[in-house]
């Protein structure tokens, strides 16, 4: 790939203004930001929350598959460990680097964000993202791990982007962890770092210049239409601008599914990361960008409490004797062979509980892959579901919810059997 070429062109500043204002009418139609499957309601923030960070801006090795490697690492300047925070993965094409992509200010992502978020830039081997073996993907999880151990994370707030390879790789992403990530932005992107499953949905913005001399519209075209068919949206082949005209015209699809989106953006110009439409003086992929990664609500209760000297901590007592009674509430969310649970548990008893543990069987064929608010210990079969010590305290009469991730083979049903400290609860 001829990404040298791009960076002459100047793709850590502004764009080469492609000639005169222009910014053809189909400009986005964005779809409402209500969580639905894949995307649960009441998800909690992340292990960091309410902790004293140790993370700050700056570069950090890790070892992720055997190898040491290394991301940038960008805070708000006013981080709280108190509010759960968006968090963007910008990746940088072939040749580049994490600094290059600090360097552009995430895309332009960040001069937007208004201390919304938290950036992180990995660095590809290679300065690429072959991902063999998904050796990529694994060092995105290995880095999320570790900054959301350490800082609050809205874990249904997570996106990436990147240009080019950058592009590929968010893509392979958002096939790889569709419940992980929550939208993507592909660049210029191509399906160059691989994709283990498109069939679950992730909101998907696409964005590709009719003239790109180094990976052809076509291949964007491409990873485009395997996210139109998982979101459920209508096929159609969306206006792109003229040759010569010197604009962008962004199409949102109709038909998709409720909460995942798919845009389209194709411009007038070759393979950059930062169009610039005729006589502006800035790109306008960063503002599109950051209004199509907002449109999503946060699904994370709006105060998440903080950990103090009376919060039970990782050496507490266990859990209290059972209460006089308990009630639960199942909410599920399923698609293909994947689904959302979440579960509200309510103290029906006469005295408070400080520490719990929520037993429940799991449908054949369901496994846990990931949830919040609890730890889940096996993933199949009988779980038991333990307080994340910040929601151990269950007066008489309150609830606590706490949910998670699953895979099924064709059973998608809630949890059956429920017990709160070994005394059996009814199902609400």
Not at 407 to 415: A, I, L, N, V
Request: hydrophobic share 35%.
């Amino acid at each position: 790939m001829a990404d040298r070429r791009a960076r002459r062109r100047g793709i850590l500043g502004p764009a080469i203004a492609v000639v005169a204002s222009l910014v053809i009418a189909g400009t986005a139609v964005l779809t409402g930001g209500t969580a639905s499957a894949g995307q649960n309601s009441a998800l909690a923030a992340t292990a960091g929350c309410g902790k004293a960070p140790t993370l700050r801006d700056g570069t950090y090795t890790i070892q992720s598959g055997g190898q040491a490697r290394t991301y940038q690492l960008r805070l708000p300047g006013t981080y709280s460990s108190s509010r759960a925070y968006r968090l963007v993965v910008g990746l940088h094409w072939l040749n580049g680097s994490a600094n290059d992509v600090v360097g552009n200010d995430f895309y332009g992502l960040r001069q937007r964000s208004a201390d919304s978020a938290i950036f992180v830039a990995p660095q590809g081997l290679d300065a690429g993202w072959a991902n063999t073996g998904g050796r990529d993907v694994t060092l995105v999880d290995d880095i999320l791990r570790v900054v959301e151990n350490d800082l609050c994370v809205d874990p249904s707030q997570r996106f990436a982007l990147g240009f080019s390879y950058g592009g590929a790789m968010s893509y392979a992403l958002a096939c790889a962890r569709p419940t992980v990530f929550r939208a993507v932005a592909p660049i210029a992107g191509a399906n160059l770092s691989g994709c283990s499953s498109a069939s679950q949905p992730v909101a998907y913005f696409g964005i590709h210049g009719i003239r790109d001399s180094v990976l052809n519209i076509s291949m964007g075209r491409s990873i485009r239409d395997s996210f139109v068919r998982a979101n459920g949206c209508t096929a159609q082949n969306p206006p792109e601008p003229a040759q010569g005209s010197g604009g962008h015209i962004t199409t949102a699809y109709s038909g998709c599914r409720a909460g995942y989106p798919v845009q389209w953006a194709a411009f007038d110009g070759d393979h950059v990361p930062l169009p610039v439409d005729r006589n502006a003086s800035t790109s306008w992929i960063g503002s599109e960008v950051w209004q199509f990664f907002t449109q999503f609500g946060s699904t994370v209760p709006p105060s998440s409490p903080t950990p103090g000297p009376s919060s039970p901590g990782p050496s507490s007592p266990g859990p209290s004797p059972g209460p006089a009674g308990c009630r639960v509430a199942s909410t599920v969310n399923a698609w293909n062979n994947g689904l959302t649970v979440n579960l509200t548990v309510t103290n029906t008893g006469s005295s408070a509980v400080n520490g719990w543990t929520v037993a429940f069987s799991l449908r054949a064929g369901q496994a846990i892959t990931g949830g919040w608010n609890a730890t889940y210990s096996p993933r199949s079969g009988q779980v038991a579901a333990t307080d994340a010590g910040y929601n151990a305290a269950l007066a008489p009469g309150a609830s606590v919810s706490f949910g998670y991730q699953a895979t099924h083979t064709g059973d998608s049903g809630s949890p059956t059997a429920y017990t709160l400290n070994g005394s059996a609860c009814t199902a609400a």
